[in-house]
């Protein structure tokens, strides 16, 4: 009888390589274990059983002992899983034909990108026969059922077939990481970083509850969101399922949400909290206040994942063991942690995804309390499929979901026939708060006005007018060039997202000091200092925009009560200016936010007002609008064979530009250049790309190839990692008040220039 092997190493005896029988079973063992708490532990058990099948052949073996030989491994394991379980075998065939390559479409079409359908893999032209050693080896369940308890929802079957198949693939991917990580560590002898203990969410609670304690409702603002804590704590021994959560802004709902998911999880057997922010720039900022309140396990419970740097996955012909070890490498993280913080791009599109990598942290959401921060900011383009995620997280994996903003969005299914809503929107949505629209009357703290058309000289002269005011206007552009028009005033500073996040905390510490002391403070930004940054000024100016955001840019008012109502201003303006026009989708959100504050003049960021808006908005758009890649009209004309799994991650993008990171050397500590420096000596790069975010600028597709053109950035240790850390090395295109210049990448500032 002949040995197979799964897995190498350098020894040619062959004493110290993986049995490939050991392989499988505790692959499906990990699988199952991972995905028992959906119910979908017998079908992730047979998954992991046959994923690696198809290397009981002698091509294989051949190969894994040096041959440099290309062999489909994984192909057989999806044909027996048809051939035996029929249409539940097809779900787990995506799974197990997909596990290095990702998945695939089910069948043929134009959609159809890099990888061959399932249908024509599944004929098995080519593949080698099977070692018979492979059934006296692994014994096969004789029927495999669905998860238990699950529950379909009309006109939805194939999206949940779909999003089922992505959460074993989850199960299965990760499984199969993680043994072939533990058997790399055992024969080099490596301690493993996953034997490090892991806070548990009673520990949490107790270090949150202590800081927690030192809140004083000391002014009526306080004493708001100390009712808003207790209101929601009280709840947290409601069944799991759909909430919402409507405060204000600054109504102190971030460490509220987090002290409801923990009481909630803890009451209801829950894995973990899932924080999802919805932009890149205050990941950190969040995960910051997390640490913070959690004390000494706040590093080691809360982990941040928004990673721009993506590294390419290993050359498909590479070695058995340097794919292994250059898989291991890459991996990206599981979310194995008590607290996740993370964007919802990555949250979403993880959620829709077809590769490996991006699939395998999905079953870690399931069986957890997840955070949906400004859930109003999901894209209207992909609403509809965001929603039916949404509801199926709760529906069938476990989850309890948190719509947490000021501007809660419409997305309730109608109740009864007839009636107004959602349709295909979410059921029995309990609300967190203490009566919202009594909430607002006590948190009123501005007066909203529109006050017509404002070209950049009137702009000027209103920010020249006040001492301390705040612009926020809707493209970096016009930021700057107002910005530029009164630079000379007292306490004029500028905020943008091309400075780094270092750049930014220190220029928003700076804001924060002025304001303090009382000192004159005029801050020109765009719409990233709504996104829960926690400022005050007397008086906003803001440029039109959703009432979403005009409700964000009021809560950077009198954030604190500090002014009397009467005299806190949101002063909503038209710029005037072609040069600024906002993009199509933005005027179709400024319009709707017109009609509104027509019709709700007294009271427009009430949640009465805030509904007919979102109303308005979703009848403008029309149904096709809200789901622009058709992505349930694709789901709905297909079958378990024939499942769009490839097509749904390529149509499924939150941001249709592409932005690709540039690190700039910022800060006089040296920080950013020994981190860089660190790179050409490293072999894994994961804890550097993450200490590095903070010096991170994100550019437009084009302005990074103006740069690159130029020779203004170039890659960091290339032999190494290729073009994955770009470096500006045009230092003078990096100015401490403007942040990344990028028009003119060939400048260079006088003073530099010998003649």
Known sequence: MRLCYAHSTSKPDCSDWQPLAEHLRNTAQLAALRAAPFGGADMAHVAGLLHDIGKYTDE????????????????????????????????????????????????????????????????????????????????????????????????????????????????????????????????????????????????????????????????????????????????????????????????????????????????????????????TSIVEQNAAVFRAALGDLGDAAVLEHHSAFVAAPPPRDAPDRYQAHEKLRLAMENWDAPIIVTTAVQFFESLFAARPAQCRKLHNIAASVVILDEAQTLPLKLLRPSVAAIDELARNYRCSVVLCTATQPALEAPKFEGARGFEGGLEKVRELAPEPAELFRRLERVRVRHIGVLDDAALAAQMRAREQVLCIVNNRRHARAVYQAMADLPGARHLTTLMCARHRSEVLAEVRGMLKRGEPCRLVATSLIEAGVDVSFPAVLRAEAGLDSIAQAAGRCNRNGEWPVAQSEVLVFDSGNDEWVPPPELKQFAQAARETLRQHGDDPLSPAAVEAYFRTLYWQKGDQQLDAGNLLGLLRNSRPDSLPMETLAAKFRMIDSVQKPVIVLYGNDGDAKGLVDSLYRADKVGGIARRLQRYLVQLPDKAFGALYGAGAIQAVAPEKWGEQFMLLANADLYDYRLGLNSDNATFVRSERLTW
């Open 60 to 279: 294989f073996q051949r190969r894994i002992a040096g041959d440099a030989i290309r062999v489909d491994h994984a192909t057989r394991g999806a044909m027996l899983a048809v051939e035996r379980y029929g249409p539940i075998g097809h779900l787990l065939a995506y799974a197990i034909a997909g596990h290095h390559a990702g998945l695939a479409n089910g069948a043929d079409g134009a959609e159809t990108r890099e990888r061959t359908a399932l249908r024509d893999r599944l004929r098995g032209i080519g593949l080698p026969p099977l070692f018979a050693e492979w059934q006296r080896e692994i014994t096969l369940p004789d029927a495999v059922a669905h998860p238990q308890g699950f529950r379909p929802r009309d006109a939805r079957g194939s999206f949940q077939l779909a999003f089922l198949t992505r959460m074993l693939f989850s199960c299965l991917v990760d499984a199969d990481y993680l043994d072939t990580e533990a058997f790399y560590d055992r024969v080099e002898r490596r301690a493993s970083h996953r034997d490090a203990p892991t806070p548990t969410l009673v520990d949490l609670r107790l270090r949150l509850d202590s800081y927690l304690g030192r809140f004083v409702a000391d002014t009526p603002v306080n004493a708001v969101r100390a009712d808003i804590l207790r209101h929601m704590r009280a709840q947290a021994g409601l069944d799991s399922g759909l909430f919402s959560l409507t405060v204000p802004t600054g109504g102190g709902k971030t460490l509220a949400s987090l002290a409801f998911a923990l009481d909630h999880a803890i009451r209801h057997g829950l894995r973990r909290v899932i924080f999802v922010i919805p932009f």
